[in-house]
């Protein structure tokens, strides 16, 4: 079991920069690939990056691909999201997630640990 805790969130101006970080418990981190998703006001949660168990590979959806990247450190137990060049449209509460089955998961359900989000604004 895994227990999940995000940090970093606020409110940042249009093309900045916000780094996001998830701090895990346990001493079996690295057996868990890693996702962030995240959920805007009345839309579906969303998959937004993923990677493997040991960081050599990472998925990205569309939408932030060029502009975030997913490093994890399992000396540290944690896993963060660094957001480049950010757009109003990236305004959501950002979860981090785990789950032991595959790495290139895009699918919330798919996923058994989540923490309790994290707030990110974009101002325009």
């Known amino acids: 079991q895994v227990h999940l805790v995000e940090s970093g969130g606020g409110l940042v101006q249009a093309g900045g920069s916000l780094r996001l970080s998830c701090a895990a418990s346990?001493?079996?981190?690295?057996?868990?690939?890693m996702g962030w998703f995240r959920q805007a006001p009345g839309k579906e949660r969303e998959f937004v990056a993923a990677?493997?168990?040991?960081?050599?590979?990472?998925l990205y959806a569309d939408s932030v691909k060029g502009r975030f990247t997913i490093p994890r450190d399992n000396a540290k137990n944690t896993v963060s999201l660094q957001m480049n060049s950010v757009k109003p449209e990236d305004t959501a509460v950002y979860y981090c997630?785990?789950?032991?089955?595959?790495?290139?998961?895009?699918?919330?359900?798919?996923?058994?640990?989540w923490g309790q989000g994290t707030q990110v604004t974009v101002s325009s």
């Open positions: 990677i493997s168990w040991s960081g050599g590979r990472t």
């Open positions: 346990g001493r079996t981190f690295s057996r868990y690939a």
């Open positions: 997630a785990a789950n032991q089955k595959s790495w290139n998961n895009p699918i919330p359900t798919d996923y058994d640990y």
